[in-house]
């Protein structure tokens, strides 16, 4: 036995070696939070049922679901079980700076994943597929989007809904008025006060905007869409060890099906605070992101 104690040794310090040298290597979001015991959510006050505060004005939704899985894979990798964990409201126009200044460790909302904005942030899979249009009171005129020009439109500072409007071959060469919302709460509210003739936007926020208004059955969405687009968490850009980790955690949550559960509760079963059901059943396009999952911007 005495003969192998060198050899054990050296395994042991070998082993201790590389265990030193693994806790050095973090880099990244990962070494920022290791070394700051702290991680920072950024949410959306009004994303509904993404991400948006409940009647206690605490941030909850799909998306967060989401993303309390990744936090709870930080905490794991790390061996952090008692992780600080900050959660802090963003806008449109803000999201994407406050999580390249270390603001926010990550971005959990509706956002769109872009390939223009992939030459500044990251993402993680495709966590839902929207479709843009607009949505306007039923006594209006408005039937299709190019019944839109002359028109005066709102959508929320931030977003890609206007210039999608813009480069969409059957409305590119009418003139409408944008007036701006600093959040989708307030972009709708410019609608439903007739101070625009429509809300553009992804129809699921559309639809989350008037499911919680006051008089749902005043609305419509026009069912013509200006453009496909995928939906997820979004990460600073060149930080390959936290996207491996949050590919693999959110990819792991489609492939068991534990996503049909969190999709459920969130889109075809009543949700705070005023128990609204969204009746907004898996596409096909959907589902197709959950069976291979992927981080493809449009």
């Not at 941030?59 to 989401?66: E, K, S, V």
């Not at 129809?203 to 005043?218: F, R, V, W």
Request: with cysteine.
């Amino acid at each position: 036995m005495k003969r192998h104690a060198p050899v054990t040794t050296a395994l042991l310090l070998s082993a201790a070696l590389i265990a030193s040298a693994a806790a050095q290597e973090l880099t990244g979001t990962l070494k920022k939070v290791k070394e700051t015991e702290a991680f920072t959510v950024g949410y959306r006050e009004s994303s509904i049922p993404f991400s948006y505060l409940d009647d206690k004005q605490q941030p909850i939704g799909y998306a967060m679901d989401l993303c309390l899985k990744i936090v709870d894979a930080v905490k794991a990798e790390l061996k952090l079980p008692n992780l600080k964990v900050d959660l802090k409201p963003v806008t449109s126009s803000n999201r994407i700076p406050l999580l390249q200044n270390g603001t926010i460790d990550m971005e959990c909302g509706s956002t769109t994943n872009s390939v223009k904005r992939q030459e500044q942030v990251a993402f993680g899979p495709t966590y839902f597929v929207i479709n843009v249009t607009a949505a306007v009171k039923k006594k209006s005129k408005v039937k299709r989007l190019a019944d839109l020009n002359g028109k005066t439109i709102s959508t929320t500072s931030g977003t890609t809904s206007v210039p999608l409007l813009k480069a969409y071959k059957k409305t590119e060469k009418i003139e409408v008025k944008e007036i701006y919302g600093k959040d989708h709460a307030e972009s709708f509210l410019l609608l439903a006060d007739d101070r625009a003739e429509a809300f553009v936007m992804d129809d699921i926020l559309l639809a989350g905007q008037i499911a919680n208004s006051k008089k749902p059955s005043d609305y419509k969405i026009i069912p013509e869409s200006l453009r496909q687009e995928p939906y997820s968490m979004m990460l600073r850009k060149d930080d390959p060890q936290f996207k491996a980790l949050v590919d693999k955690t959110v990819s792991g949550v489609m492939k068991s099906g534990e996503i049909n559960k969190i999709y459920a509760k969130w889109f075809t079963k009543p949700i705070p605070p005023k128990d609204i059901n969204m009746k907004f059943p898996m596409t096909p396009a959907i589902k197709e992101a959950f069976k291979n999952p992927n981080d493809k911007g449009v």
